[in-house]
């Protein structure tokens, strides 16, 4: 009997060798920024929140048996910057005034827009009416919603006053579907509400996690670059009114547009935090009704409305956002103090509403400067 030799069995492994097996490695990920750490932490060193940490599986990619090259399958190929032809007009205008300009001009073929604002605040109207206008003037376009059905979308289309002729609605999560139904169907303008729904089957991480909703977006990135397809991504945003998932979401899409308002009252501004097409000075200033988003052309007067200037205190001030001039008000108000002096207040004003800060000023100081 001659010991230390192994027995030939294929269930087994030889003898001073390894079974090594490639399998998902777990890591954890912030939900707020996307940084990575191999164990859990209380506390993101990169953004400071706390608990953010959720464990995520990344799946490895399996080594090619063969030494050969990975071969691209893109039919892009190199060419003089002096041959490249675009003009204005290859833009998609708008018949909104407010989110032309904000835009640049208007929808520029295979652009990936992200939309960010809080819930409620209108971002799914307000892309519903742009989607209803692309499909009556250019052609049809494919709205897709990972969060209500399709009944739900017909029923907001009803109240807009969308009949939704060339508007196709299609209510999908898996990315999948959605990249085949948007290269089937090619549509002139597709809306992906919300990228935080949407996933992809070789992910392992839940749908809105880091790793979804990169891997997501870049799939969209390319998608829209390739075919010329415009899509629009409404974001979610997080507590602190960044948008939620990870940085790199707003490095991948080439504008960045926040929908702005108070919930209880009924104008909204449209901002642009980058935009590769244009400026990102101009705003937007829309009425939430009934019927939908209405431009508001001259903000001024909507802000000014129904306020008395004759009483003691009240400004008028002239502030520039971008090339729009606008006639914000302020006021400050004086009231008798136990101290020395007396009490001014005046309102920190960036828009239609204030809000109020105290001093105390000196009984010396003129009652004027206090205005």
Known sequence: MVMGECEDDQSEPRCGKASVKSGPRTIFACQECGNQSSKWVGRCPECGNWNTYVEE???AEPASRSSARRVSISTAQPMPLAQ?????????????RELNQVLGGGIVPGSLVLVGGDPGIGKSTLLLQLASEVAGSYGPVLYVSG???VQQLKLRAQRLGIDGDRLMVLAENDLDGIIEHLEKARPMMAVIDSI??????GVTSAPGSVSQVRECAGRLMLLAKSSHIPIFLVGHVNKEG???GPRVLEHIVDTVLYLEGERHHSFRILRSQKNRFGSTDEIGV???RDSGMHEVSDPSRAFLQDRSLSEVGNVVHVALEGSRPLLVELQSLTTASTSTGSTCWWPCSSGEHTSISAVTTSSSMPRAACA
């Open 57 to 59: 599986q990344v799946r």
């Open 84 to 96: 490249v032809r675009f003009t204005q007009a290859n833009r998609l205008r708008l018949a909104m």
């Open 147 to 149: 969060e209500e059905s």
């Open 196 to 201: 935080q729904t949407v996933f992809m089957g």
């Open 242 to 244: 960044a948008i939620a």
């Open 286 to 288: 829309f009425e939430m």
